[in-house]
């Protein structure tokens, strides 16, 4: 049956009863703004209440996947509100992604809806015409394109608490090339926008500017829903320019920002190309997440900012937070800081599954009211990602300070982050190998700067003149561009052991040469 919940109980058990402290104390203060429309906390819950019945005529039910296909935007927010008040799940997926995930997502997730911001994103009115959206209006929030109904489809079971209910799924694909649906509840998502609150400082009165997309765990749970557990205001771009980003720190008072190791490195860049300062009057609290920090980087942004560069850590499975720098204790270093109240973490040996000592490197284990529901349609992935215990296997490699601070220091899984997106080298040696004038290929990782490259080794079959040329139509088609990779090498055959299991430590050299 669908529901709209009209009043919130006394404890919040849907992230959408995270506006009513405000819309009742703070109705006319600014909540989230965009190019085309600008909502106060009263303007985005009526919004959001119109969306949620607008949803409902849609036939949207409890327990319904409604997957957004767009970049960020207030109707992006009005749209997870909305989904919240049915008891149904948002999926927000980014408008870049290519013709294949896009479908693979709606197909994997039995999407009811499927609903594109085209008014933000020509990528996502590319989406929109293929699959025969039509545009729609929406109260508050103009003009929308809504997909086909679903119809075959069922809801999924629905709960009152908090931690049993989803509230959202994320997308990443994972090692194994397959979509991993992670589902994270209403409980979940509460505790990392009430920890963004506190742990940040942040409250009525703040600005933050958010440009990390919202088809991603931090930019919908830390960035979104932490800004209105604090009653601060919202800018949302769809797509980040440092230039953009200076205009904005500058002339618009912003006093927040998180972005991504190479959104900073960009900034600074722009600053010297442009021999101008970085000016930012009402700043006060900057974060990096993504991808790992380092110290010059920290220094130079420190440098230009007057202002500590804190860092943080944590995983979609883990919504996102897992550890942050201290506001009022900034440090020195490129630790990420320490667990938020109420996560557990252990530095593990994993041989022997024992604790390891202080400064001894180990994998990183994690436990709390953060941790995922699981992955959909995956009980034995969940199953081998959580023990019994509850325990969840960052597949990160850590160590930890005497005084409980957390180093990352590698990763144990083959994970690329490339300008703070996650590329699984497997999902892009699926497409390569898909190409009939490929035997097989290998990707690898390779740091340049404050980032990550991807890199494609392939072999060819006999008498083909495959090259670079050739091949970049080909994945451009089938792959978002910062999973395309920014070299291909062609060899005439891929290192391998007697086993034939591909060396990618040897190519990791290969590439950095």
Same mark, same amino acid.
């Given at each position: 049956?669908?529901?709209?919940?009209?009043?919130?109980?006394?404890?919040?058990?849907?992230?959408?009863?995270?506006?009513?402290?405000?819309?009742?104390?703070?109705?006319?203060?600014?909540?989230?703004?965009?190019?085309?429309?600008? =909502?106060?906390?009263?303007?985005?819950?009526?919004?959001?209440?119109?969306?949620?019945?607008?949803?409902?005529?849609?036939?949207?039910?409890?327990?319904?996947?409604? !997957?957004?296909?767009?970049? @960020?935007?207030?109707?992006?927010?009005?749209?997870?509100?909305?989904?919240?008040?049915?008891?149904?799940?948002?999926?927000?997926?980014?408008?870049?992604?290519?013709? #294949?995930?896009?479908?693979?997502?709606?197909?994997?997730?039995?999407?009811?809806? $499927?609903?594109?911001?085209?008014?933000?994103?020509?990528?996502?009115?590319?989406?929109?015409?293929?699959?025969?959206?039509?545009?729609?209006?929406?109260?508050?929030?103009?003009? =929308?394109?809504?997909?086909?109904?679903? %119809?075959?489809?069922?809801?999924?079971?629905?709960?009152?608490?908090?931690?049993?209910?989803?509230?959202?799924?994320?997308?990443?694909?994972?090692?194994?090339?397959?979509?991993?649906?992670? *589902?994270?509840?209403?409980?979940?998502?509460?505790?990392? &926008?009430?920890?963004?609150?506190?742990?940040?400082?942040?409250?009525?009165?703040?600005?933050?500017?958010?440009?990390?997309?919202?088809?991603?765990?931090?930019?919908?749970?830390? %960035?979104?829903?932490?800004?209105?557990?604090?009653?601060?205001?919202?800018?949302?771009?769809?797509?980040?320019?440092? &230039?953009?980003?200076?205009?904005?720190?500058?002339?618009?008072?912003?006093?927040?920002?998180?972005?991504?190791?190479?959104?900073?490195?960009?900034?600074?860049?722009?600053?010297?190309?442009?021999?101008?300062?970085?000016?930012?009057?009402?700043?006060?609290?900057?974060?990096?997440?993504?991808?790992? !920090?380092?110290?010059?980087?920290?220094?130079?942004?420190?440098?230009?900012?007057?202002?500590?560069?804190?860092?943080?850590?944590?995983?979609?499975?883990?919504?996102?937070?897992?550890? %942050?720098?201290?506001?009022?204790?900034?440090?020195?270093?490129?630790?990420?800081?320490?667990?938020?109240?109420? $996560?557990?973490?252990?530095?593990?040996?994993?041989?022997?599954?024992?604790?390891?000592?202080?400064?001894?490197?180990?994998?990183?284990?994690?436990?709390?009211? @953060?941790?995922?529901?699981?992955?959909?349609?995956?009980?034995?992935?969940? #199953?081998?990602? $959580?023990?019994?215990?509850?325990?969840?296997?960052?597949?990160? *490699?850590?160590?930890?300070? &005497?005084?409980?601070?957390?180093?990352?220091?590698?990763?144990?899984?083959?994970?690329?982050?490339?300008?703070?997106?996650?590329?699984?080298?497997?999902?892009?040696?699926?497409?390569?190998?898909?190409?009939?004038?490929?035997?097989?290929?290998?990707?690898?990782?390779?740091?340049?700067?404050?980032?990550?490259?991807?890199?494609?080794? $392939?072999?060819?079959?006999?008498?083909?003149?495959?090259?670079?040329?050739?091949?970049?139509?080909? =994945?451009?088609? #089938?792959?978002?561009?910062?999973?395309?990779?920014?070299?291909?090498?062609?060899?005439? %055959?891929?290192?391998?052991?007697?086993?034939?299991?591909?060396?990618?430590?040897?190519?990791?050299?290969?590439?950095?040469?």
């Amino acid at each position: 049956m669908t529901r709209l919940s009209d009043n919130a109980p006394d404890a919040p058990s849907r992230i959408h009863h995270l506006l009513d402290r405000w819309v009742r104390d703070r109705p006319d203060a600014p909540a989230v703004r965009d190019v085309h429309v600008a =909502l106060s906390y009263a303007g985005l819950d009526a919004a959001a209440r119109a969306a949620a019945r607008q949803l409902a005529r849609l036939q949207v039910r409890a327990g319904d996947r409604v !997957l957004v296909v767009g970049e @960020n935007c207030a109707a992006a927010c009005a749209l997870v509100l909305a989904s919240s008040m049915l008891d149904a799940w948002s999926i927000v997926v980014n408008a870049r992604l290519s013709e #294949r995930e896009i479908d693979t997502f709606i197909a994997h997730s039995g999407a009811r809806r $499927v609903i594109f911001t085209c008014h933000v994103s020509a990528d996502a009115q590319k989406h929109a015409q293929r699959l025969g959206a039509e545009a729609l209006d929406w109260e508050g929030l103009g003009s =929308l394109w809504v997909g086909p109904l679903a %119809q075959a489809v069922q809801p999924e079971p629905c709960a009152p608490a908090a931690q049993d209910q989803v509230a959202a799924m994320i997308y990443t694909s994972g090692t194994s090339g397959a979509p991993k649906g992670v *589902m994270l509840t209403h409980a979940n998502l509460m505790f990392a &926008a009430r920890s963004a609150h506190e742990i940040r400082g942040l409250g009525p009165g703040d600005l933050i500017y958010g440009v990390l997309p919202m088809a991603h765990v931090v930019g919908l749970s830390t %960035q979104f829903l932490g800004c209105i557990a604090s009653g601060a205001g919202l800018i949302l771009e769809p797509r980040y320019t440092p &230039a953009g980003l200076a205009q904005a720190l500058s002339e618009q008072g912003v006093t927040a920002f998180t972005g991504v190791p190479a959104m900073f490195a960009k900034l600074l860049d722009w600053a010297r190309e442009n021999e101008r300062p970085i000016e930012a009057p009402a700043l006060r609290f900057v974060c990096v997440v993504g991808s790992p !920090l380092t110290p010059g980087l920290k220094a130079g942004v420190e440098a230009a900012l007057g202002l500590p560069l804190h860092n943080g850590y944590g995983l979609t499975e883990t919504a996102p937070t897992v550890a %942050q720098t201290r506001i009022e204790a900034p440090r020195e270093d490129c630790t990420v800081g320490f667990a938020l109240p109420g $996560v557990q973490t252990r530095i593990v040996d994993a041989p022997t599954g024992l604790d390891r000592a202080p400064g001894e490197i180990g994998e990183l284990w994690v436990r709390g009211p @953060n941790l995922m529901k699981g992955y959909y349609r995956n009980e034995a992935l969940t #199953r081998e990602a $959580v023990n019994a215990d509850g325990w969840f296997n960052t597949g990160d *490699m850590a160590r930890r300070d &005497a005084d409980g601070a957390l180093h990352i220091v590698g990763r144990s899984k083959e994970l690329i982050i490339r300008s703070g997106f996650n590329v699984y080298p497997v999902e892009v040696e699926q497409v390569l190998n898909s190409h009939p004038e490929v035997v097989q290929s290998a990707v690898v990782g390779r740091t340049v700067g404050h980032n990550e490259e991807v890199v494609a080794f $392939v072999e060819r079959v006999a008498g083909s003149t495959l090259d670079d040329e050739a091949m970049r139509p080909f =994945l451009r088609e #089938r792959l978002s561009p910062y999973k395309v990779p920014s070299e291909i090498r062609f060899v005439a %055959q891929l290192p391998a052991a007697p086993t034939g299991k591909i060396l990618k430590s040897v190519l990791k050299t290969m590439a950095s040469t």
